[in-house]
């Protein structure tokens, strides 16, 4: 499990190794509609600066060991992302009602850029910046089926994604700052 606060934050938390046995008097479940949440799931007290204590619980959504479970603090201080077997959720910590489920299923790297003021979230096909209002911006599809980060440099990401037609990978080059792709395209290879 990760503990990443590389953005300045206005709230503690901790991950706690299992659901406590006495439930604190402020308790939310993410998704809202989970089934068997308890379940493998990741469990949070949250203690927000201006705002009593709360007890999160994400659902765990795969339990496969290559997709991350954690804590991320992000670009707006108020907010915290927690993931939970590749489940990502941005979640006000002052009001924990308000809450946004990233649609990436799985989640399979999260990555602050404090200098970016963007909080990095990769799927399977493409990317998504968090930033301080919010999702920054996503990616078109970059890979047909996975795809990884090979470096970022100024206000470039470079990455690789597989390609199914030409069964290779196709290298491609993001500008952090619209999220626009700026290397070779997919398509341009076959």
Known sequence: MTA????PHSWEAEILPQRPLILPPRTFTYPREAEEVERAALE???RPANAPPFLATFALGFADPSAPTGIWSCPNPHEL????GGYAYMVKAGDP???TQIAFRPVLEVRPLPEH???????HHALLAWGEAGQAWQTPRLSSEG???TGIRGNELSGLGWDLI????IPFIIDLR????????PDSAR
């Open 166 to 169: 030409t069964d290779r990978e």
């Open 178 to 185: 619209t999220g626009q792709r700026s290397g070779p395209h």
């Open 117 to 123: 003021e963007l909080l990095l979230v990769a799927g």
């Open 81 to 84: 992302c927690a993931v939970a």
């Open 97 to 99: 009602a308000q809450f």
């Open 44 to 46: 949070v007290m949250v």
């Open 147 to 149: 795809m990884r980060i």
């Open 4 to 7: 990443d606060f590389a953005f």
